[in-house]
């Protein structure tokens, strides 16, 4: 489907999975009237230059944001406050500025306090992902049917807002607007501990005795296959995602350490009642899930979803 631009220029900073899969919506959709795309490197921009993600490239997020009406940043997050102190001075006035960080309270500061006062920041977070990274990752699906989710600062303008709105919405995401503390803590229960739970359990099949290990491998498919895709997922966003959402984190790693005594307790004891009921309530849990329609990982169209 092709249609009127929402956005005459939009740069992408950052063009790996997210940012890729953000610029083939575009492109599909029209949604664009020229895309600049802004990585570090310059094999990556040769990639997205074969794949014709972008009409202009380049490795400088100045030259990449100047003239641009929506300047999206795709990078983790730790690169954020030194990308806005390079974008500022070249951003024209009222372009919009928005994000796709997986963290929103710790980056606030890092680029609000740094752009100039006429140009929007509208931050937000697509519920949507693989573990895969890189401009080859991306698909133009991957956000359909889930949520993105918009943090906005007391003051946010509201047309801004919408604007952003509507491009994810033309991506196939439904909204929704939170605190951006509020996103932190849930988030850290519902993604960042899962994936220090599978980055730990695989770290500590790894250094298991080799004779086990091997089997580990040779018998994967009983569970511990699902951990290794989540810990495949790439370490810089995720060490930066630990290290911006600390406190959240930490929160709910104590609240898992006190659950994981109580299973260790029965499990020690023999207290089959106390499992059962326990398990029982998770599968519920899992039951919402699916009903929920957020049970299937979004997959490119000719990936298998096992
Ligand atoms: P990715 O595939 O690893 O891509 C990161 C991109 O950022 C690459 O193009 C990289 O360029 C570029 N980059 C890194 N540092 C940069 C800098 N200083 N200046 C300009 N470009 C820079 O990462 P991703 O998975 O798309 O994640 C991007 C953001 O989305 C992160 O903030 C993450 O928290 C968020 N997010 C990720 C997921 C997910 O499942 N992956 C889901 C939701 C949100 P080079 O290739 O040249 O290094």
């Known amino acids: 489907m092709s249609g009127v631009p929402l956005f005459d220029r ?9 940012g890729s899969s953000v610029a083939r919506v575009m492109r599909r959709d029209g949604l ?4 600049v795309a802004c990585a570090r ?13 972008a009409d202009d490239i380049s490795t400088d997020p100045a030259a990449a944001a ?11 997050v730790s690169t954020y406050a030194a990308i806005a102190d390079r974008i500022a001075p070249a951003l024209k006035s009222g372009a919009i500025v928005t994000d796709v960080g997986s963290v929103k309270a710790a980056i606030l500061d890092d680029v609000l306090s740094r752009l100039p006062p006429d140009v929007h920041f509208v931050p937000g977070h697509p519920i ?11 698909f133009e699906t991957l956000f359909e049917d889930r949520w993105f989710l918009i943090t906005p600062q007391p003051g946010c303008d509201p047309a801004a807002v919408e604007r952003v709105a509507e491009f994810w919405r033309r991506a196939g995401s439904q909204i929704d607007v939170l605190d951006p503390e509020h996103h932190d803590q849930v988030l850290a229960i519902t993604s960042h501990l899962p994936h220090l739970i599978a980055y730990t359990i695989v770290g500590t099949a790894n250094d298991l005795e080799d004779h086990i290990k091997s089997e580990v491998i040779k018998y994967s498919a009983s569970g511990f296959r ?3 895709r989540i810990a495949g997922s790439d370490p810089i966003m995720w060490r930066d995602v630990f290290l911006a959402n600390r406190e959240a984190v930490l929160e709910m790693l104590g609240r898992l350490w006190e659950d994981l005594a ?10 089959g009642e106390t499992l059962e009921a326990f398990f029982r309530r998770t599968r519920e849990i899992r039951r919402g899930v699916i009903e929920a329609g957020q ?11 096992q």
């Open 10 to 18: 939009v740069a992408l900073i950052g063009i790996g999975l997210i």
């Open 295 to 305: 049970h299937v990982p979004p997959a490119p169209p000719d990936q298998d979803q």
């Open 66 to 76: 100047r003239d641009a009406d929506l300047v999206m940043i795709c990078t983790p």
């Open 128 to 138: 949507a992902g693989t573990e895969m990274s890189g401009p080859e990752a991306g």
């Open 262 to 271: 109580i299973l260790q307790r029965a499990i020690r004891v023999g207290d």
């Open 226 to 228: 699902d951990f290794t």
């Open 41 to 53: 490197t310059e094999a990556t921009l040769e990639t997205v230059r074969e794949l014709g993600l």
């Open 32 to 35: 664009a009237g020229t895309i």
